[in-house]
């Protein structure tokens, strides 16, 4: 059987349980993995393994500044292959911060993260790839669990 090409498998791992989020009445923006409806933001990247064996995903400046002042905002990753877990906007950021971001060719300012994922306790760690001693702790959801978290508003 033939491997997935990269980009095969990125673009899976984009679009892993989905429908999560579009079931909740949220439309993406873009190719971003920033989704909206009426006052409300949701970062939902899908998340896999990367290269080097680790969970990760970024935030790109350009996203951030598309959210409105004085919206609700949420994170729910979307992690390959069945859990998901919800941050709130204010668990990362205030390390949205210059000094923590990396610039990228093709991606401009971002901020990266990587998650230690502790399956047995349900928890993930969710770290700052600039600077590890800025980590926040969650629990790992069901599918259920995670529609909910993202349909309560506002997002806490």
């Known amino acids: 059987m033939l491997e997935p090409t990269p980009q095969a498998q990125r673009n899976a791992t984009r679009a ?18 920033l989704f909206v409806k009426p006052g409300m933001y949701l970062f939902s990247p899908g998340i896999s393994k990367g290269k080097h064996e680790k969970y990760w995903f970024d935030i790109r400046e350009a996203n951030v500044k598309k959210i409105e002042k004085g919206a609700d905002v949420g994170i729910l990753l979307r992690i390959v292959p069945n859990m998901f877990a919800y941050l709130s906007w204010a668990d990362i950021s205030p390390w949205l911060t210059i000094p923590f971001s990396d610039i990228r060719a093709n991606s401009g300012r971002v901020w990266g993260f990587y998650c230690d994922i502790k399956v047995e306790a349900t928890k993930i760690g969710v770290v700052l790839k600039s600077d590890s001693s800025k980590e926040v702790v969650v629990s790992l959801l069901t599918r259920d669990e995670a529609v909910a978290a993202i349909a309560s508003v506002p997002f806490g």
């Open 16 to 33: 892993h349980n989905i429908d999560v989020v579009t079931g909740s009445g949220y439309a993406k923006l873009g190719g971003s993995s």
